[in-house]
C-alpha cells in the first residue's frame, strides 16, 4: 500500500476539536466530492433532455414509481398495507426497512416538502455523504489520489442514477461507507451506531454488521493482528505505542453490541406484528425474495443462454464473472478484513438471493470495496487519462440511467 496517512480521519475524530478537524477533512474531500456531484448533475442533464422528448416528467421517475412509493405510503400512513395479486404473491409494505419512509415523514413534517420529496433530498444529500466516505476509505488505505477515483467511480456505475432517486441506496451506502471506515480507524461507538443505523435502512445492513465484529475480532485475537498488521494507520512505535492503537475493552464490546441493534430490531418487530417468528422472512416470501445460494440466478443466466440470441446470458455470465474477478483482486491486493468482510457480504447476498433479477444492478450499488482495484490502476494512469476514462463512463452512466428509467428501471 501506499501514502497511508489517514487524512479522512477527521469527522470522526475525537481529539477534543471536533469542528475544525471536520473542516480540515471536507477541504482534503472537496475535490472528490465535487467530481461526484458532477458525475450526477450530468446524470439528471441526461435525465431531462431525454425526458423531453419521451415526454415524462424527470421528477417522477426520480421520487414517484417503483419503490420509491412504497416508501412514501409508509412516509404518510405507516405499515400495513398489503396488495394481493392474483398469482397468489402477497406484497406487504413490512418488507421495506423504517430509516427512509421515518426520514421522510420528519422532513415533510417540519419542511414545505411532501414525503416524495423528502425522499429526494434525502437521497441526494447522503448520496455526497456516501461518496464522502468512500473517498475516506480510499484515502485511508491508498491516498487523496485513489480517494478521489474511488468515489467518482462509485458515482459512474451503470445504474448510478439510483443515487439520485428517493431510494434507499444512497441512505444506506453512506451509514455503511463511514461505519466500515470507523471499525478500520477503530472508533468502535461509531461503527456500532453507522451499523445499526443501517440495519434500519435496508436488509444488507448485516454486511456492516459483519465488517464491525471482524475488525473486533481482529483487535482482540493477537495472532489475526499480526497477520493482518492492520494496515489503516500510522505505524506505532514499538518505544511510544500511539494511546488509541487499541481502544478501551468496554468501547470495543459496546461497539459490537450496539451493531446488530437496528437490523434485528426491526425484524423483531416484525416477528411480533405478523405474530411469527420468522415474520420478516415470511413478508419477503411474499415477494418472490429470499436467500437461496444462488440457484434461481443460475436458473434465469442457464434460461438465457440455451434461447436465442444469447446475448443477454453472455452478459450476465461475463457480468458475474467480472464481479468474482474483482472480489478476488481485492483478496489479493490484500484489503483489510472488515473491509473485505463487508464488500464481500455486499456480493453475496445480492448474487445469491432470488427474486427479481433486474434489480440485482441496483443491490450492487453498495459494493463499493470492489471498485477498489479498479481506482489503484487508474490512479497510476497521467492524470489527463484517467480523467478520460472517468469522463466517458460519467457520460455512458448518464445516458443508460436515462434509458433504464424510460424503460423497465429499478423495480
Same mark, same amino acid.
Given at each position: 500500500?501506499?501514502?497511508?496517512?489517514?487524512?479522512?480521519?477527521?469527522?470522526?475524530?475525537?481529539?477534543?476539536?471536533?469542528?475544525?478537524?471536520?473542516?480540515?477533512?471536507?477541504?482534503?474531500?472537496?475535490?472528490?466530492?465535487?467530481?461526484?456531484?458532477?458525475?450526477?448533475?450530468?446524470?439528471?442533464?441526461?435525465?431531462?433532455?431525454?425526458?423531453?422528448?419521451?415526454?415524462?416528467?424527470?421528477?417522477?421517475?426520480?421520487?414517484?414509481?417503483?419503490?420509491?412509493?412504497?416508501?412514501?405510503?409508509?412516509?404518510?400512513?405507516?405499515?400495513?398495507?398489503?396488495?394481493?395479486?392474483?398469482?397468489?404473491?402477497?406484497?406487504?409494505?413490512?418488507?421495506?426497512?423504517?430509516?427512509?419512509?421515518?426520514?421522510?415523514?420528519?422532513?415533510?413534517?417540519? !419542511?414545505?416538502?411532501? @414525503? $416524495?420529496? +423528502?425522499? #429526494? &433530498?434525502?437521497? %441526494?444529500?447522503?448520496?455526497?455523504?456516501?461518496?464522502? =466516505?468512500?473517498?475516506?476509505?480510499?484515502?485511508?488505505?491508498?491516498?487523496?489520489?485513489?480517494?478521489?477515483?474511488?468515489?467518482?467511480?462509485?458515482?459512474?456505475?451503470?445504474?448510478?442514477?439510483?443515487?439520485?432517486?428517493?431510494?434507499?441506496?444512497?441512505?444506506?451506502?453512506?451509514?455503511?461507507?463511514?461505519?466500515?471506515?470507523?471499525?478500520?480507524?477503530?472508533?468502535?461507538?461509531?461503527?456500532?451506531?453507522?451499523?445499526?443505523?443501517?440495519?434500519?435502512?435496508?436488509?444488507?445492513?448485516?454486511?456492516?454488521?459483519? !465488517?464491525?465484529?471482524? @475488525? $473486533?475480532? +481482529?483487535? #482482540? &485475537?493477537?495472532? %489475526?493482528?499480526?497477520?493482518?498488521?492492520?494496515?489503516? =494507520?500510522?505505524?506505532?512505535?514499538?518505544?511510544?505505542?500511539?494511546?488509541?492503537?487499541?481502544?478501551?475493552?468496554?468501547?470495543?464490546?459496546?461497539?459490537?453490541?450496539?451493531?446488530?441493534?437496528?437490523?434485528?430490531?426491526?425484524?423483531?418487530?416484525?416477528?411480533?406484528?405478523?405474530?411469527?417468528?420468522?415474520?420478516?422472512?415470511?413478508?419477503?416470501?411474499?415477494?418472490?425474495?429470499?436467500?437461496?445460494?444462488?440457484?434461481?440466478?443460475?436458473?434465469?443466466?442457464?434460461?438465457?443462454?440455451?434461447?436465442?440470441?444469447?446475448?443477454?446470458?453472455?452478459?450476465?455470465?461475463?457480468?458475474?464473472?467480472?464481479?468474482?474477478?474483482?472480489?478476488?483482486?481485492?483478496?489479493?491486493?490484500?484489503?483489510?478484513?472488515?473491509?473485505?468482510?463487508?464488500?464481500?457480504?455486499?456480493?453475496?447476498?445480492?448474487?445469491?438471493?432470488?427474486?427479481?433479477?433486474?434489480?440485482?444492478?441496483?443491490?450492487?450499488?453498495?459494493?463499493?470495496?470492489?471498485?477498489?482495484?479498479?481506482?489503484?490502476?487508474?490512479?497510476?494512469?497521467?492524470?489527463?487519462?484517467?480523467?478520460?476514462?472517468?469522463?466517458?463512463?460519467?457520460?455512458?452512466?448518464?445516458?443508460?440511467?436515462?434509458?433504464?428509467?424510460?424503460?423497465?428501471?429499478?423495480?
Amino acid at each position: 500500500m501506499t501514502d497511508l496517512a489517514p487524512a479522512g480521519t477527521a469527522p470522526l475524530s475525537d481529539d477534543g476539536r471536533p469542528g475544525r478537524a471536520a473542516r480540515a477533512a471536507l477541504r482534503r474531500a472537496a475535490p472528490a466530492l465535487l467530481a461526484y456531484a458532477g458525475t450526477r448533475l450530468l446524470g439528471l442533464v441526461v435525465l431531462a433532455v431525454w425526458g423531453a422528448f419521451a415526454d415524462k416528467s424527470p421528477h417522477q421517475l426520480l421520487s414517484a414509481r417503483w419503490d420509491s412509493l412504497w416508501y412514501t405510503r409508509i412516509a404518510e400512513e405507516g405499515y400495513g398495507y398489503t396488495i394481493h395479486l392474483p398469482d397468489g404473491a402477497v406484497h406487504s409494505n413490512l418488507a421495506f426497512f423504517p430509516l427512509l419512509p421515518g426520514l421522510e415523514r420528519v422532513i415533510s413534517a417540519i !419542511a414545505p416538502l411532501d @414525503a $416524495a420529496d +423528502a425522499g #429526494l &433530498l434525502v437521497s %441526494w444529500v447522503t448520496s455526497l455523504f456516501a461518496a464522502w =466516505g468512500i473517498f475516506a476509505i480510499g484515502d485511508l488505505l491508498y491516498g487523496r489520489r485513489v480517494g478521489l477515483i474511488l468515489a467518482v467511480l462509485w458515482g459512474v456505475l451503470p445504474v448510478g442514477i439510483v443515487q439520485s432517486m428517493a431510494y434507499s441506496e444512497s441512505l444506506f451506502t453512506a451509514l455503511a461507507a463511514w461505519g466500515v471506515y470507523a471499525a478500520l480507524t477503530r472508533r468502535w461507538l461509531w461503527a456500532g451506531l453507522f451499523a445499526a443505523l443501517a440495519g434500519l435502512t435496508r436488509p444488507v445492513g448485516a454486511a456492516v454488521v459483519a !465488517a464491525v465484529w471482524v @475488525a $473486533a475480532a +481482529a483487535e #482482540l &485475537l493477537p495472532a %489475526w493482528r499480526r497477520r493482518q498488521a492492520w494496515r489503516t =494507520g500510522p505505524p506505532v512505535s514499538h518505544h511510544h505505542p500511539q494511546r488509541k492503537r487499541f481502544a478501551p475493552p468496554l468501547r470495543l464490546l459496546a461497539g459490537v453490541v450496539l451493531a446488530p441493534l437496528g437490523w434485528l430490531g426491526y425484524v423483531v418487530w416484525v416477528a411480533a406484528r405478523t405474530g411469527s417468528v420468522t415474520g420478516y422472512f415470511d413478508v419477503q416470501n411474499g415477494w418472490g425474495n429470499g436467500f437461496d445460494g444462488g440457484l434461481a440466478f443460475a436458473g434465469f443466466i442457464g434460461g438465457l443462454l440455451i434461447e436465442p440470441p444469447f446475448v443477454g446470458g453472455l452478459g450476465l455470465l461475463l457480468g458475474v464473472g467480472a464481479l468474482i474477478w474483482l472480489a478476488i483482486r481485492c483478496v489479493r491486493q490484500r484489503q483489510p478484513w472488515p473491509l473485505l468482510a463487508y464488500g464481500g457480504a455486499v456480493l453475496v447476498l445480492a448474487l445469491a438471493a432470488k427474486g427479481y433479477f433486474g434489480s440485482k444492478p441496483r443491490l450492487l450499488i453498495p459494493a463499493f470495496p470492489l471498485l477498489l482495484p479498479i481506482a489503484v490502476a487508474l490512479a497510476r494512469l497521467r492524470p489527463a487519462r484517467t480523467a478520460l476514462v472517468l469522463g466517458s463512463a460519467g457520460l455512458a452512466s448518464a445516458v443508460y440511467g436515462a434509458f433504464w428509467l424510460h424503460g423497465s428501471g429499478p423495480p
